[in-house]
């Protein structure tokens, strides 16, 4: 068990890692006009992998044991690194001097960054709320489905596995949707889009009303990707280049830190006012977030500015193959 814990938490550090890594890569690997597709492309992999992953695990394990269909995702993350090594991107983005100071000095870089401009700090605000009320719904869902409203688990399954379907559609939907109405005006319909769906899932109840969680959660998930994909965009074309990494780490800090907080909030909620209850406060909370953009100045623009004042600065070359 104890062998067991350590490579988890391991896996769980590289992990972190390597998203910190592939979110500030990928702008450094695309020229500012093609980020949106590759943002979309990207999503679009890791929504199917999400759907079809746990499905195909478990026939792997069931065909060939627990222990070989371990073994086997292992060599997939081989694959992966092998594929990794064969980028080139060309010369490195300058260094700011603050990662000559320690890892301290760049991670207050970071978010002093994020302070200074106002749309990050309305995007990060947004997300970080929402993503608090998002892990507590997401914490219940399962209870909520089998104990409250009766499901079974073949149900559930359905259920959860429809609605994952948004996932893939809005990121295949994305770059169209930015096309038609500029990336600022897109960002702020997808999300106050969410609103009403989102109360959808408390809504939810025995039979037919089961369709009403799956409906709500298709469109939550189909919108929230629209505006991942926007906002990974943004921050990839208007962050420089050699800021990118930490902004990104400070970001997903105070996003995911949140996300830990809610799930816990969730559960202690539940507890003390039932499930439904719970499912309902979180789920106002999460509608509220997503009218936030009404509040600045994002009502107004059609496209959000596509450069930082130092990222012409920066080094942005083609992707290419090594030899």
């Known amino acids: 068990m104890g062998m067991l814990l350590a490579a988890a938490l391991l896996a769980g550090i590289a992990r972190v890692i390597f998203d910190l890594a592939y979110n500030a890569f990928l702008p450094h690997l695309l020229?500012?006009?093609?980020?949106?597709e590759g943002n979309s492309k990207l999503q679009t992999?890791?929504?199917?992998?999400?759907?079809?992953?746990?499905?195909?695990?478990?026939?792997?394990?069931?065909?060939v044991g627990a222990v070989c269909g371990i073994l086997i995702d292992a060599l997939t993350f081989l694959v992966s690194a092998a594929?990794?090594?064969?980028?080139?991107?060309?010369?490195?983005?300058?260094?700011?001097?603050?990662?000559?100071?320690?890892?301290?000095?760049?991670?207050?870089?970071?978010?002093?960054?994020?302070r200074r401009e106002s749309f990050l700090v309305a995007?990060?605000?947004?997300?970080?709320?929402?993503?608090?009320?998002?892990?507590?719904?997401?914490?219940?869902?399962?209870?909520?489905?089998?104990?409250?409203?009766?499901?079974?688990p073949g149900t559930v399954g359905l259920v959860i596995g429809a609605s994952s379907l948004g996932g893939i559609l809005?990121?295949?939907l994305a770059s169209r949707i930015v096309r038609r109405f500029g990336n600022?005006?897109?960002?702020?319909?997808?999300?106050?889009a969410i609103a009403p769906f989102i109360l959808l899932l408390p809504a939810a109840g025995p039979g037919w009303r089961l369709s009403l969680f799956a409906a709500g959660s298709f469109v939550v998930l189909t919108a929230s990707t629209v505006s991942n994909i926007i906002t990974a965009t943004f921050r990839g074309n208007y962050v420089p280049v050699h800021l990118l990494g930490r902004v990104t780490a400070s970001s997903r800090f105070l996003?995911?830190?949140?996300?830990?907080?809610?799930?816990?909030?969730?559960?202690?909620l539940a507890t003390a006012f039932g499930i439904r209850t719970a499912m309902w406060a979180l789920a106002v909370l999460f509608a509220f977030t997503r009218t936030l953009p009404l509040a600045?100045?994002?009502?107004?623009?059609?496209?959000?500015?596509?450069?930082?004042?130092?990222?012409?600065?920066?080094?942005?070359?083609?992707?290419?193959?090594?030899?």
Do not use: H, W
Request: proline share 6%.
């Open 31 to 36: 020229a500012p006009e093609d980020l949106l």
């Open 45 to 63: 992999s890791a929504a199917a992998a999400e759907l079809a992953g746990p499905g195909l695990g478990g026939l792997l394990a069931q065909a």
């Open 83 to 114: 594929c990794l090594a064969g980028l080139r991107a060309g010369p490195e983005p300058r260094r700011s001097r603050a990662g000559d100071l320690g890892v301290f000095r760049q991670i207050a870089e970071g978010f002093g960054f994020i």
């Open 123 to 152: 995007m990060t605000a947004m997300a970080a709320i929402g993503n608090f009320a998002m892990l507590g719904l997401t914490a219940l869902r399962i209870v909520y489905l089998v104990r409250t409203e009766g499901a079974s």
């Open 170 to 172: 809005g990121a295949v």
């Open 184 to 192: 600022a005006r897109a960002y702020l319909v997808s999300n106050i």
């Open 255 to 268: 996003v995911f830190g949140t996300g830990a907080l809610g799930a816990v909030t969730g559960g202690a």
């Open 296 to 323: 600045t100045s994002i009502r107004t623009l059609p496209d959000f500015p596509a450069y930082g004042a130092d990222k012409t600065n920066d080094a942005k070359p083609g992707i290419r193959a090594s030899p």
